[in-house]
């Protein structure tokens, strides 16, 4: 029987080649599709799931609300760990990481640079799932100055010797460190990537009792079962008995009246939620993480995908099935079974999608290393190969079988012999609603779709030319350049002598990339500190960046005092209460932690720039006059290539063992939106996919209606209908469908499209003409692929479909 | 009023050629009720959709009223077609979704007419088909006699001038047969031409003439002259 079933599905499918061609394409772009956001899902989602406690593991975070400015950090105080493990009777361990970014290390005198350092206390590997592969687990970080590498440094390090016991000096730090273990790679799926973990014990800033600084990030091994609640609940109390006299020390006030009108806490965060849903400082953020909305509309693209490849396959099976009704009719006569003949379509849809997902699996196999550029993942085809995965792909050409073939099965498979030989078969009321259904929503989607890609690229637009308050263009940073030392000056005099440069500031500052970072305390009043940005800048600084200074000057050599001066952002002057006209104002600045404070003078107001990504407001700046630093060069010529190539010459003319590194601010700038663009970019793909599968599938069901109003069709020709008011017909009934899915379509996107806009301080409002556009798209692409089909039949001969007796 | 000579239609598929009319000559003056009879895949039908203008001769030249028409264009033929002809067909071809009022009144939608002009006009060829009280049934709610009625009722709602039938009572029992034939000699009576395909001996012998088609070509014409003589 199954023979027969596979003889006759090979041959329909033989018979109809177009169709089934169009079907197998549609399904195998939606299953391709459908794969490879699974695997991308499936990689965001397995974040930190590694570590064999990944569900007891949590860490401390820090939410705070001072004087006005909102804190959110990852890192918490030093004495935070060992206290929680103290009060908190859940705590199995606790055990900290303190970042030390990318050091210069030094071996047998060969310097290797972007070094990833960390503190991290002896017990981390207790916590974390990193295997000491060589060496000793328990005791590799007891001691000060020793070291834990990875597989892969050791390797460049010292090559085939054996790196235990060898010892290492680190440059920023004057120190050296002795190799006491090995581990394997920090997996890729990991919140944290370093190239070294060396001992907190000999770490100076892990024994401060201070919970008045965060520089830590804590982690806390909890017992199985927990209750994350129950021990949050615990923690102001915590909190306000070490935090509390400390408060009062330093500000004079008790810790209930400071939390008045400000607010602190101590919060936990599981593990698994730290890759997807952490939103804290840059500055206390390891590595860029993904975002669980990203992962939320991915998956939803992928089900629809697979969802709209399906519901063709349906609409263009049925299509098919006007063709073979007389087949049907002539089993049935013949004997055969609803049963049997459900069996026989299920056959060939079943046949389909094996072919489908064939291609579709080879599809993905061609098109991973493109979308891993694309998204930056490392994603291999050979995830695809445990049994897990086999067992789902089966599971799902059985599911897309049964979804696909099965209403054409039932469908065709319920006709009544005598009327399908007599042929008087209409399709009814009821099936129709069915497929004008699944039009709707295939519509919905790609309407929807349309306008959230429309929305994405007006953003992405609109941070490109947002006024950032300074012009990021031809802006060459060397922010090496104070390698140099004394010799400096001159290297920056030699620069100037070149005619394509404008301008040289003497900062390590930039508003956009890597740039140095420093923070002060200014008081609001004698009791309020807030913290402020502070940038140390030349005289030369503001015009190379191409900022505004609305009122006041600027520095000058020409003034001697100028190094108790200050130039401040707008929000400043706000915060500080300065009023319209700042200048020769007072602001007072903490110049360290025992209460030291100084008295600067506001000699210069600057317009606002943004110097965060424009996902946050714009925060208080200042500038001091305090050149240091590299070097910020702002170049006449857009040749930049070629300067490059100048300076490089003019940098290996001094004796310094650094090779010439720069960076483009306008490059940089980019690289801060990278995940926006790249998610727009795939956004665009994953539309585009899932427009072109929905439009297979209204052709198809445009073939299938012409096909059953041949007759109709052929009727009204003879009696004089033209070929346009035939046309105008058949498009008539789908254009209404495709209208009715945008407006269901564009309520939802619009939601959370706004949503998703919010994570941007600076953004769009989606307007009136973003709906217009979308329809447009929408509408012209139904419409072309309407057309063909309805101008076919409508210029069909009617004889063909009058003369079926 | 139709004047065909030399008249071929050949079809043609990858491998084979079929003759389906050749060298056909025939004349049918205004007025005249003409029958073509023959066996199946004689080219009757063939014939009949030429004549209709639903298909082009491959070869030879048929004049429509003086106008010759076997080259048109599809747009042409269409614009010619309405008001001019009407079809009456086999199996009714009545429109599934339309009643039986929509169904007459389409041609006439094709032909611009003004709304209120359509109502009066379906309504008096309904009542005159003896079936306006089913003005709101849909197709299958009739009986066929009724629905070849409805059929009869589009057919000459715009007046044609000449009424093509094919085989128009091959689906119908004697009774709504004969109902049928004396509704389209009254028809003719009145001045309608009509030419008429069929199989039914019965139903030849309504026409003033017979045509009988073999293989392509027309083998005897003969005269009824009974009928012949009250025309």
């Avoid at chain 1, 606790?94 to 290390?105: H, I, S």
């Avoid at chain 1, 944290?192 to 965060?214: I, P, Q, R, V, Y």
């Avoid at chain 1, 700042?582 to 107001?605: C, E, F, S």
């Avoid at chain 1, 663009?677 to 198809?700: D, N, P, S, Y």
Wanted: hydrophobic share 45%.
């Amino acid at each position: 029987m199954f023979k027969n079933y596979f003889k006759i599905a090979l041959r329909t499918i033989l018979k109809n080649k177009g169709l089934f061609s169009i079907n197998i394409i549609g399904l195998s772009i939606g299953i391709a599709a459908c794969l490879i956001i699974m695997l991308y899902v499936a990689d965001e989602l397995s974040y930190d799931r590694f570590n064999k406690n990944a569900d007891e593991i949590v860490r401390v975070v820090f939410n705070a609300k001072v004087n006005g400015e909102d804190i959110s950090e990852a890192v918490v105080m030093a004495p935070v760990a060992q206290v929680f493990q103290q009060e908190l009777p859940e705590v199995l361990a606790a055990t900290r990481l303190r970042n030390g970014g990318t050091l210069k290390v030094t071996y047998n005198n060969i310097t290797f640079r972007n070094t990833r350092f960390a503190y991290v206390d002896p017990n981390f590997f207790e916590v974390f799932t990193l295997p000491i592969v060589d060496g000793n687990q328990v005791s590799a970080l007891t001691e000060p100055n020793t070291i834990v590498l990875t597989r892969e440094v050791a390797r460049k390090y010292f090559g085939s010797e054996n790196p235990i016991g060898k010892v290492l000096y680190i440059e920023e730090q004057d120190q050296n460190y002795s190799v006491t273990g090995i581990i394997d790679k920090i997996p890729q799926n990991s919140h944290f990537h370093f190239d070294m973990l060396a001992s907190m014990a000999g770490d100076s800033e892990a024994k401060k009792s201070s919970w008045m600084e965060s520089r830590f990030f804590t982690y806390l091994l909890l017992k199985k079962g927990y209750n994350i609640k129950a021990i949050e609940e615990k923690l102001p109390a915590i909190t306000e008995k070490y935090m509390g006299p400390q408060i009062k020390e330093a500000m004079g006030i008790s810790f209930t009246q400071f939390t008045q009108s400000n607010k602190v806490g101590l919060f936990l965060q599981p593990l698994g939620d730290i890759h997807l849903k952490s939103d804290f400082s840059d500055s206390s953020t390891l590595e860029p993480g993904g975002n669980i909305n990203t992962v939320y509309i991915f998956g939803a693209i992928a089900l629809f995908m697979l969802l709209i490849a399906c519901i063709n396959f349906m609409n263009l099976s049925t299509a098919a099935a006007t063709t073979r009704m007389k087949e049907v009719g002539i089993r049935k006569v013949l004997g055969s079974k609803k049963k049997q003949l459900i069996s026989q379509f299920l056959t060939e849809s079943f046949i389909a999608t094996v072919m489908a997902t064939i291609f579709g699996t080879v599809l993905v196999i061609l098109l991973l290393p493109a979308f891993n550029r694309l998204s930056g993942k490392e994603l291999q085809m050979v995830y695809l190969l445990t049994p897990k995965v086999i067992l789902g792909l089966s599971f799902l050409i059985l599911t897309v079988s049964l979804l696909a073939g099965g209403y054409p099965a039932f469908y065709l498979s319920s006709f009544k012999p005598i009327a399908v030989l007599k042929n008087k078969i209409t399709g009814s009321k009821n099936r129709k609603g069915i497929r004008s259904g699944l039009v709707v929503f295939q519509f919905m989607v790609s309407a929807g779709l349309i306008m959230a890609t429309l929305v994405v690229d007006q953003q992405m637009t609109f941070i490109q030319n947002k006024d950032l308050g300074f012009n990021k263009e031809q802006l060459l940073v060397l922010r090496e350049a104070y390698i140099l030392g004394n010799d400096e000056e001159a290297f920056k005099n030699q620069i100037l002598e070149d005619p394509r440069v404008a301008l040289v500031s003497h900062s390590g500052f930039v508003p956009v990339g890597p740039s140095n970072n420093s923070m002060s305390a200014v008081f609001i009043d004698d009791n309020s500190p807030r913290r402020m940005t502070v940038y140390d800048i030349d005289e030369e600084y503001i015009p190379t960046m191409g900022m505004k200074l609305l009122k006041g000057r600027n520095f000058s050599k020409d003034y001697g005092t100028d190094s108790l001066k200050v130039i401040i952002n707008e929000t400043t002057a706000k915060i500080l209460g300065l009023g319209d006209d700042p200048i020769d104002k007072t602001i007072i600045m903490a110049m360290d932690n025992q209460g030291g404070r100084q008295n600067l003078t506001v000699i210069g107001l600057i317009k606002d720039f943004h110097f965060r990504s424009l996902h946050q407001t714009i925060e208080p700046l200042i500038m001091l006059y305090h050149p240091n630093g590299g070097l910020i060069i702002k170049a006449k010529s857009t040749d930049m290539a070629a300067l490059i190539e100048s300076i490089s010459t003019i940098w290996n003319t001094y004796d310094v063992a650094e090779p010439f590194d720069y960076s483009l601010l306008n490059q940089s700038y980019e690289r801060t939106y990278l995940v926006e663009q790249k998610m727009g970019v795939i956004l665009r793909i994953f539309a585009l996919l899932t427009i072109f599968v929905a439009c297979l599938g209204l052709f198809g069901l445009v073939t299938f209606t012409a096909a059953q109003r041949k007759k109709e069709i052929g009727v009204r020709k003879v009696l004089g209908a033209s070929v346009e008011r035939i046309t105008q017909m058949l498009a008539k009934d789908f254009l209404k469908l495709v209208a009715m899915a945008m407006l269901i379509a564009f309520p939802i996107s619009y939601y959370l499209m706004h949503k998703w806009l919010q994570e941007f301080a600076y953004r769009i409002t989606i307007e009136w003409w973003v709906f217009a556009l979308a329809a447009l798209i929408t509408i012209l692409i139904a419409f072309a692929t309407i057309s063909y089909r309805s101008i076919k039949a409508a210029l069909m001969n009617p004889i063909e479909s009058l003369r079926t007796e | 009023m139709i004047q065909i000579q030399n008249l071929k239609k050949s079809f043609r598929t990858e491998e084979v050629e079929t003759l389906a009319l050749n060298k056909v000559n025939m004349k049918i003056a205004e007025g005249e009720f003409a029958a073509i009879m023959g066996p199946s895949g004689c080219g009757k039908s063939t014939l009949l959709n030429i004549i209709g203008m639903l298909d082009n001769p491959t070869e030879g030249t048929y004049q429509f009223a003086g106008h010759e028409v076997g080259g048109l264009k599809e747009r042409q033929r269409t614009e010619l077609r309405k008001g001019n002809l009407g079809f009456v067909f086999q199996s009714f071809n009545l429109i599934d979704e339309l009643t039986v009022f929509e169904n007459v009144e389409l041609p006439l939608i094709y032909l611009k007419m003004k709304k209120s002009e359509r109502r009066e006009k379906v309504m008096k060829v309904l009542e005159r088909m003896k079936i306006a009280h089913r003005e709101r049934h849909f197709p299958h709610q009739l009986s066929g006699g009724q629905q070849q009625r409805v059929a009869i009722a589009r057919a000459v709602v715009t007046n044609p001038k000449l009424i093509l039938a094919d085989e128009p009572t091959g689906n119908l029992d004697s009774k709504n047969g004969i109902e049928v034939m004396n509704l389209l000699t009254e028809l003719n009576q009145e001045g309608t031409t009509i030419v008429m395909v069929t199989h039914s001996d019965r139903d030849s012998h309504y026409a003033h003439r017979i045509i009988n088609l073999f293989d392509g070509q027309i083998v005897t014409e003969s005269h009824n002259r009974a009928l012949g003589a009250m025309a």
